[in-house]
């Protein structure tokens, strides 16, 4: 793996590269923390360099009142605002962001699914079922039996589920079978 020196990445910093070597480093950034931190060091280098504002709550204000001025947004004066920014070479690929399904609702169903099917075959939304019920034998004067009975912990539910599930893959396996 190449790695980049800082004077490399303070070049990156000021946007003294072409396209290609800075598309090069940004994927690198991905995958290298040592060149992530002299790429955080070249930053707080140049902070000094960049200008400040003086009035930061008046620009948050024109701001605001340029976006409510613009009125609603169609899709037709969406494409003529951005035909000027594709010219220049900000085409929809370069702007997309390359882990946007992490942020489709279909990703969120499906991790949702897999943490109930998880938590389900753990056997937590059982003990919470029986809770209200254990507080309901208690109301009625069945205290003693509950107190006689050691509470099992969620841990050992998991443990014994987990062994249980094993055992039933080990003979496969022992038959030759691939699962």
């Not at 507080?135 to 009625?140: E, L, V």
């Amino acid at each position: 793996m190449k790695h980049y020196t800082g004077e490399q990445w303070m070049t990156y910093v000021e946007q003294g590269l072409n396209d290609d070597d800075n598309q090069q480093m940004e994927l690198h950034l991905i995958t290298c923390d040592s060149c992530m931190e002299l790429y955080m060091q070249s930053l707080e280098g140049v902070v000094g360099s960049y200008p400040t504002l003086s009035d930061e709550a008046a620009l948050a204000d024109r701001v605001m009142l340029a976006i409510e001025a613009a009125g609603p947004i169609s899709p037709s004066s969406t494409a003529s605002r951005l035909a000027p920014l594709e010219e220049a070479g900000f085409g929809s690929q370069k702007l997309r962001n390359p882990i946007t399904w992490m942020r489709a609702p279909l990703f969120h169903y499906a991790v949702a699914a897999v943490i109930t099917l998880v938590l389900m075959s753990s056997g937590i939304f059982q003990s919470i079922v029986d809770h209200p019920v254990g507080i309901d034998r208690a109301s009625n004067g069945d205290a003693q039996s509950e107190a006689t009975q050691e509470p099992v912990s969620v841990s050992k539910k998991l443990m014994d589920k987990t062994i249980v599930v094993l055992d039933s893959i080990q003979p496969k396996q022992e038959k030759g079978g691939n699962r």
